[in-house]
């Protein structure tokens, strides 16, 4: 099945940055991937994906921080990210899963400080905008992130009677 442009333009962007291969448009045409080319770096098509990684644990960190509110705490939970063998296996890999999921736990980030926010029309204003963006790369990254499109009416449902400040 293909998925929304947005993650694989970010793989193109790796091996552009990168230039690891001769020919970096050798697979654009293919569904599947046959037999790997000698010499074949996957350096570029893991580069983007690996900074997603990353940032991922700084994220989590500002997301429980805004839960906990003690930066201790979230520091250290931060280290269940941080240290999961899955994410580290898997998030260095040329897939879309570090992209979706740090762009999922941005949504998820601007969506707390809109609620955190909410009496202040300016940040409450920013959060919502950057909650919209972040929603709008998980969307054009992979299908399966559109479950955070959820909490545009979750926001609106916890904003009232403020959610008249996001357009003021």
Not at 41 to 59: E, K, N, Q, V
Not at 84 to 101: E, G, K, Q
């Amino acid at each position: 099945h293909e998925h929304p442009p947005l993650g694989q333009l970010l793989i193109a962007l790796g091996e552009t940055i990168i230039k690891g291969n001769v020919r970096p448009d050798q697979f654009i045409d293919l569904e599947k991937v046959g037999e790997i080319p000698k010499n074949f770096s996957f350096a570029g098509y893991r580069f983007i994906p690996t900074i997603c990684a990353w940032l991922l644990p700084l994220a989590f960190f500002l997301i429980t921080l805004n839960l906990v509110d003690n930066k201790i705490i979230a520091f250290l939970l931060s280290f269940l990210v941080l240290f999961d063998n899955t994410m580290i296996v898997h998030f260095r890999a040329a897939m879309l899963d570090a992209p979706l999921i740090l762009f999922i736990a941005i949504s998820i980030l601007f969506f707390l400080l809109a609620l955190k926010n909410k009496e202040y029309s300016k940040r409450l204003a920013f959060s919502s905008i950057g909650l919209g963006v972040s929603v709008g790369l998980v969307a054009t990254t992979k299908v399966t992130g559109l479950i955070v499109l959820l909490l545009i009416p979750l926001l609106f449902s916890k904003l009232f009677p403020h959610w008249r400040k996001v357009i003021l």
